[in-house]
């Protein structure tokens, strides 16, 4: 059955005037906020457009970042703010391409529908009163639903823009939230509203998907109460964390023994994805000394069948964390059961004692997901395609220039391309901007010549 969201979708109306822009950049996590900040400043005009009702994307979420262990948050906000503020910029949250299609020689012209916040963006002043008095609670999905949300919500405390937005699939239209909003901003009757934007060029920032954790049945994600996902783990260890502290969700028990167990949905055919996340080993041994901080006396043990700590200080990071006693077993976890008072049994292959099997029982249990690829962009471009590559990712055809994709003048930045750290995806994030930029100015003087 359609839901009431969807149908209201389906009436959205066309706005008949057009807007033109020298590049749109698609999916605002920081690859798409860092090729925004570059193109803008260089006097380009940038269309940033995102799905969600803020920007920020996974980065914006996390605790801190590896192997310097700055506050993630931190970093990312002022970019957040310097995106919103950037009189280059033109940001469109809550977003999203319906069609691409190539135009002339030197454009692309897209249908992009702006869905209903059922608030006004222009009058909201994120003051929180619809939150408050608004009786409906639902799993709040930016912390993993570690805790609920209510049906009409602000996303985060440092969303950008902090703007109210109403969940109608769970609104009981009880009218609360619209009597008591100080400034009338609610507006049930908003409706879709769908944009024809021109641009020169387009970079594609949309970044990547988790691996589902409960596809791996035998690990007990959603069958096993303290099995989380290295995600929750983020949120639990976050400065705006749910519970101000490192939690059992089941019981709210302080947990004495963590384990982690690597490449959950990673290297793994049997989930269809072969290939290494290339940051999973990196995050879970950050996590494991954030944990260590918050919960010195704590026992925590990773399970892992090999550790990549391939970049800059990552060696030494890890090197800190066997110092700081954390436990790494050489391992592959077979089966996760259900122990006694809550906790989690794992049975694995110890591969240091060849390959015996033996059983350990932890409080807490955090399966380190992997990415996968976030390849939806491609349905929407009409009558031209975008490459993917073998495992799903963008394809960058030319191996000396990674930010090209297979068309003219459509770029690549971050995960599109494959799992990246936050360095990684920042240096290709400028690189698409630069490659963007030549292509604008080639563009240009071509039409200036005619
Ligand atoms: C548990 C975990 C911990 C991590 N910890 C670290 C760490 O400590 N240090 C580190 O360097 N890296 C870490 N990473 C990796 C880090 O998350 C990535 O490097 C980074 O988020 C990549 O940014 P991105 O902008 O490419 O993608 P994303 O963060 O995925 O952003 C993509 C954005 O595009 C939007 N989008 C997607 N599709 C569309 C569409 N069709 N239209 C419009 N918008 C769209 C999304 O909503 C999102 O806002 C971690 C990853 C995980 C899973
Ligand atoms: S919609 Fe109204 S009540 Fe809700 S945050 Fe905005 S101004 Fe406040
Ligand atoms: S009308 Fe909907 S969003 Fe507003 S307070 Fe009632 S349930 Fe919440």
């Known amino acids: 059955m359609s839901s009431l969201?969807?149908?209201?979708?389906?009436?959205?109306?066309?706005?008949?005037?057009?807007?033109?822009?020298?590049a749109v950049v698609i999916g605002a996590g920081i690859a798409g906020m860092e090729a925004s900040l570059d193109l803008a400043d260089m006097g380009y005009s940038v269309l940033l457009?995102?799905?969600?009702?803020?920007?920020?994307?996974?980065?914006?979420?996390?605790s801190k970042v590896f192997p310097t262990l700055d506050c993630a948050s931190c970093i990312s906000t002022p970019k957040m703010a310097a995106v919103a503020h950037h009189p280059?910029?033109?940001?469109?949250?809550?977003?999203?391409?319906?069609?691409?299609?190539?135009?002339?020689?030197?454009?692309y012209v897209l249908r992009v529908m702006k869905k209903p916040r059922f608030v006004d963006e222009s009058a909201c002043t994120g003051c929180y009163t619809c939150e408050e008095v608004c009786p409906i609670d639902v799993p709040k999905e930016l912390d993993f639903n570690l805790r609920a949300?209510?049906?009409?919500?602000?996303?985060?405390?440092?969303?950008?823009?902090?703007?109210?937005?109403?969940d109608i699939d769970n609104c009981i239209l009880c009218g609360k939230c619209e009597r008591e909003c100080p400034v009338n901003a609610i507006n049930f009757l908003q409706k879709p509203k769908i944009y024809t934007v021109k641009a020169k060029s387009i970079i594609i920032a949309t970044g990547y998907n988790l691996f589902q954790a409960e596809k791996k049945e035998q690990y007990g994600f959603g069958t096993i109460p303290n099995v989380v996902t290295s995600m929750q783990m983020e949120r639990l260890l976050s400065p705006t964390r749910p519970f101000n502290?490192?939690?059992r969700p089941m019981d709210g028990k302080e947990p004495a023994s963590i384990g982690y167990?690597?490449?959950?949905?990673?290297?793994?055919?049997?989930?269809?994805?072969?290939?290494?996340?290339?940051?999973c080993c990196m995050y879970s041994i950050k996590q494991a000394q954030l944990i260590l901080g918050a919960l010195p006396l704590a026992d925590v043990t990773i399970y892992y069948m090999d550790i990549r700590a391939?970049?800059?200080?990552?060696?030494e990071f890890y090197n800190q964390a066997q110092a700081m006693g954390v436990r790494f077993i050489h391992g592959r976890v077979a089966k996760v059961e259900k122990g006694e008072g809550g906790s989690v049994k794992v049975k694995y292959e110890n591969i240091d004692e060849g390959g015996k099997l033996e059983t350990a029982e932890h409080d807490l249990l955090v399966l380190s997901v992997g990415l996968l690829p976030n390849c939806e962009i491609t349905?929407?471009?009409?009558?031209i395609s975008l490459s993917l590559d073998e495992f799903g990712w963008l394809l960058s055809p030319d191996p000396t220039n990674p930010v090209k994709t297979n068309l003219e003048g459509v770029f690549a930045a971050g995960c599109s391309t494959g799992p990246k750290d936050i360095p990684d995806t920042v240096v290709q994030a400028a690189s698409a901007a630069a490659e963007c930029a030549a292509y604008l100015k080639k563009v240009n003087i071509i039409a200036e010549e005619r």
């Open 245 to 247: 502290h490192v939690l």
């Open 310 to 315: 391939y970049g800059k200080g990552f060696e």
């Open 49 to 62: 457009i995102e799905k969600e009702p803020t920007i920020g994307g996974k980065m914006f979420l996390l």
């Open 261 to 279: 167990v690597l490449c959950t949905g990673s290297k793994d055919r049997t989930v269809g994805n072969p290939i290494c996340s290339q940051v």
């Open 149 to 166: 949300r209510r049906a009409a919500y602000i996303p985060f405390d440092t969303a950008v823009p902090k703007i109210a937005v109403i």
């Open 379 to 383: 349905k929407v471009f009409n009558g």
């Open 5 to 22: 969201f969807s149908k209201i979708i389906e009436r959205a109306e066309e706005v008949s005037e057009e807007k033109e822009f020298d």
């Open 88 to 107: 280059n910029i033109t940001l469109w949250t809550y977003s999203e391409v319906l069609k691409i299609r190539r135009d002339s020689e030197r454009g």
